[in-house]
């Protein structure tokens, strides 16, 4: 580049590139008045350059600028856990089964008494936290495969007893005879003998053990051989179960 201070003639200023009218402007603007009479000729290949110059840095704002733009991040939706009912409309509360089973067991096992097992347990498996059967012990009249329902009594090789699901007191399937809400004591279970009056888990649990040793109970009046029942209690109890 060279810099003249002096006026250029009309064929060098045809020649010389002209700037656009914004641009001269805005020079005689900025430009200082001492150097506002001078005169920069970059050439036609400085023009270019500069012009390149122009573009590529421009280019590099942009991009610097696109990339530094706020991004939106999308949120996933919520996820809501259905369960079907039985029409086959969706709610969201689901059905939870217990995790756990209390069932009782006696006759010919080693540690006769209240076992706790997972949902789904066998009658093998209840054996089996009794501490399995004794020598000699029947098992031929007991379901091992039967699934377990909570609150049941499982009795092991005791003659005449054989494999009972939970009923319900009061339940005619039962077995023997009596008014309807009566009790079996021969059938009932730890939680249906817990349900009577004056009698919870501990002296439900010595009924079930008396019974187991014994074999059934032949009369009501048996319960008065039972340790904690008395003759107040058991004339309580009296017209509440059936043998």
Request: some cysteine; aromatic content about 2%; proline content about 9%.
């Amino acid at each position: 580049m060279t810099r003249r201070n002096r006026v250029a003639s009309a064929p060098e200023q045809e020649a010389r590139p002209r700037l656009p009218s914004w641009c001269r402007r805005l020079a005689d603007r900025w430009t200082p008045e001492s150097l506002r009479e001078a005169r920069v000729d970059p050439g036609r290949r400085g023009a270019v350059a500069l012009t390149a110059v122009v573009l590529v840095t421009a280019l590099a704002v942009s991009v610097l600028v696109w990339r530094a733009r706020p991004r939106v991040q999308p949120v996933p939706p919520p996820v809501v856990a259905a369960t079907f009912g039985a029409a086959g409309a969706t709610t969201g509360v689901s059905t939870s089964t217990p995790a756990t089973l209390v069932v009782a067991v006696t006759g010919r096992v080693r540690r006769p008494g209240v076992v706790t097992l997972p949902a789904g347990a066998r009658v093998i498996d209840a054996v089996r936290a009794a501490g399995g059967p004794l020598p000699g012990a029947d098992l031929a009249l007991l379901n091992l495969a039967r699934k377990l329902a909570d609150g049941e009594l499982v009795v092991v090789g005791v003659p005449g007893v054989g494999d009972q699901a939970a009923q319900p007191a009061g339940d005619p399937d039962a077995g023997g005879t009596g008014p309807p809400g009566q009790v079996d004591l021969n059938t009932a279970t730890l939680a249906q003998l817990d349900t009577l009056p004056g009698v919870g888990p501990v002296l439900a649990q010595r009924i079930l053990d008396w019974r187991a040793e014994h074999g059934r109970f032949a009369s009501v009046d048996q319960l008065a051989d039972v340790s904690g029942i008395g003759e107040s209690r058991l004339a309580q109890l009296r017209d509440l179960v059936r043998v």
